[in-house]
């Protein structure tokens, strides 16, 4: 019997910013700790990233009282093209596969986000892709740009 695949989930963006602010942006402290896991009430508690393979971040927001941590680790990373790791919300447990893939324009670059998502958490699919366009708006802000991202 073979497991039950992953659900995709896609956001795609285009940013004015160079593909290397952004891939940067996503290990950087100070940069992430403003969007990535971000929400517009919540309160940046700790932001911890070890940016290499086999390293990890573990990212914390205080919610209505109540702390959101956030873990991974870093599993590929091509400066600036790609960059993927492992999510989970439980220290400690599998997490899903997140994939950033930066594309060079010629004016600035497009990122394409996907989450390979467990089919036990597929309820929650709208939401979560919801929840990465949120974050890429929080990139984008991060970065001085407004626009909008697509998800598929």
Not at 23 to 30: N, Q, R, V
Not at 107 to 112: R, Y
Not at 123 to 135: L, N, P, V
Request: with cysteine; charged share 25%.
């Amino acid at each position: 019997m073979t497991a039950p695949s992953p659900v995709v989930l896609r956001v795609t963006r285009r940013f004015a910013a160079s593909a290397e602010r952004v891939f940067d942006a996503f290990l950087d402290p100070e940069k992430a700790g403003r969007f990535l896991f971000a929400t517009p009430t919540g309160e940046m508690v700790t932001v911890e990233i070890d940016a290499r393979v086999g390293g990890s971040f573990r990212i914390v927001e205080r919610r209505d009282g109540q702390n959101a941590e956030h873990y991974g680790e870093y599993l590929e990373m091509d400066r600036p093209r790609r960059l993927v790791f492992s999510f989970a919300v439980e220290k400690g447990a599998t997490g899903d596969r997140i994939s950033i893939d930066i594309v060079p324009l010629e004016t600035g670059c497009e990122l394409t986000l996907t989450h390979e998502l467990s089919p036990d958490w597929a309820a929650w699919a709208d939401r979560t892709r919801q929840g990465w366009m949120g974050i890429v708006e929080g990139l984008a802000a991060v970065l001085g740009e407004t626009q909008s991202a697509s998800g598929g």
